[in-house]
């Protein structure tokens, strides 16, 4: 979360990571937990449905979303270098609607996705990309767990603003 909202704020300090929910069981509900994740007051700049195969679409996404969520990432085998590229890019450079010239700027969003095939990961992309949580159920999504979600996010907000390098991923 803490690298999330240093995305929106520091251009080099993007989160290359995408935190991915893997189960082997469908219709758990994981692409519903993602947009869950989003928070509330955020909700118009979560992109569920990214556009992969439009080139300027995706640009354009990375600067106007703060969650991409690559639902059923395993179908996305075909572009996983186009994915690994977003996961590293920090400016996007691209004209706009009804403007002359292209516009540069940083890139805001962050990553999450799903995904049935847990091999997938592994193998096609290398897993230095992946934050990976095998999971067997999704449950409690109340308004309890709503307002612990958001608390979360203003403490993610308070910790970055106390310490720009937190949420950083270390090797032990």
Not at 98 to 110: G, L, N, P, V
Request: net charge negative; glycine share 4%; aromatic share 12%.
């Amino acid at each position: 979360m803490i690298r999330a909202v240093r995305t929106v704020f520091e251009p080099e300090g993007i989160n290359k990571h995408a935190l991915i929910l893997c189960s082997v069981k469908e219709n758990i509900g994981k692409s519903y937990f993602c947009e869950f994740l989003c928070p509330s007051s955020l909700i118009r700049y979560y992109n569920g449905n990214p556009i992969i195969s439009n080139e300027k679409d995706a640009q354009k996404s990375l600067i106007r979303n703060f969650i991409i969520n690559l639902d059923e990432l395993h179908q996305l085998r075909s572009n996983a270098h186009v994915i690994k590229t977003w996961l590293a890019q920090r400016y996007v450079n691209v004209r706009l609607p009804y403007q002359e010239d292209e516009t540069i700027a940083s890139r805001i969003a962050s990553f999450l996705g799903s995904t049935n095939d847990v091999e997938f990961l592994r193998s096609d992309l290398g897993h230095s990309r992946w934050i990976s949580f095998e999971i067997d159920s999704i449950e409690y999504l109340d308004d309890e767990a709503r307002y612990i979600l958001e608390k979360s996010w203003e403490q993610a907000y308070h910790l970055y603003k106390l310490d720009a390098g937190s949420g950083n991923l270390y090797i032990l």
